[in-house]
């Protein structure tokens, strides 16, 4: 028999995107399928609703995954009732194999088990197949994965119900004021030391700032040393001027 057409193109996929595809099924089937917290397409959309919002997942990846996953509701009655197919298979069983008294009392339990085991595991091939159509066809596995790790089980044992995902790269998640928006990058801190107009540096004179320089400090300031040799040298002037006039 030829292998399925999904597998060879597993093989072409990088080890990180294989191991996606292998948490992708593992998360899917026991939290969907066997603990049926989804049973309907209604309820895939709103347990991936966060996701979409968060910009992890696609529209086209919401829709077909809600669709796809949906759907899985009709494995559900086999998942806990394929008691009835392994009571029709272990009268067929028994008759073909026990025959004999001793054979009567131990074959037909083990029968039944074996019976239970094999159609729920045949239960399970076909879901499974269902999971890696699913995959195959993803535009951002990663992101779907992503969302599907952040879903949270309801506490009255509802559906579940995807939290929004805080912790992202600004590449990944969209704004969040605006759901389902395209990504935007984080905004950038200005420095405000530049903000202030240049022309108010000028306003401030030399003599201001050793002024204030003078208040601020305890000592002598240059303010002080400038100050006192201005007065010296008006002095000065003043005195040469009068020995002049006389």
């Known amino acids: 028999m030829d292998q ?5 193109k597993l093989s072409h996929k990088s080890p990180q995107d294989a191991q996606v595809l292998k948490q992708l099924f593992q998360f899917s089937y026991q939290k969907w ?14 347990s991936l609703g966060p996701g979409l919002a968060a910009g992890l997942i696609t529209s086209r990846d919401y829709d077909q995954l809600s669709t796809r996953l949906g759907s899985l509701r009709k494995w559900y009655y086999f998942q806990w009732h394929n008691i009835g197919p392994a009571f029709l298979l272990s009268p067929i069983l028994l008759l073909s194999y026990a025959q004999t008294p001793p054979r009567r009392y131990i074959v037909p339990p083990l029968l039944f088990l074996l019976s239970v085991q094999t159609t729920s595991s045949l239960f399970r091939v076909v879901p499974a197949i269902d999971l890696f159509g699913v995959w195959d066809k993803l535009e951002n596995p990663a992101g779907v994965l992503e969302a599907i790790r952040n879903l949270q089980p309801s506490t009255n044992g509802g559906i579940m119900h995807g939290r929004v995902p ?8 969209g704004d969040s004021s605006e759901p389902g ?11 405000t030391s530049l903000s ?7 306003t401030v004179t030399r003599w201001e700032e050793l002024r204030a320089a ?11 040393e400038i100050r006192q040799k201005h007065e010296r040298s008006r002095v000065s002037e003043a005195v040469k001027e009068g020995n002049t006039t006389f």
């Open 196 to 202: 202030e107009p240049e022309s108010a540096s000028h």
């Open 166 to 173: 805080s912790e992202f790269a600004p590449d990944v998640v």
């Open 214 to 224: 003078s208040k601020n400090g305890g000592h002598s300031s240059s303010w002080d």
């Open 181 to 191: 928006g395209p990504p935007v990058p984080s905004p950038t801190e200005t420095p």
């Open 4 to 8: 399925p057409p999904l597998l060879p």
């Open 33 to 46: 399928f066997q603990n049926t917290m989804i049973r309907s397409e209604v309820d895939a959309r709103q």
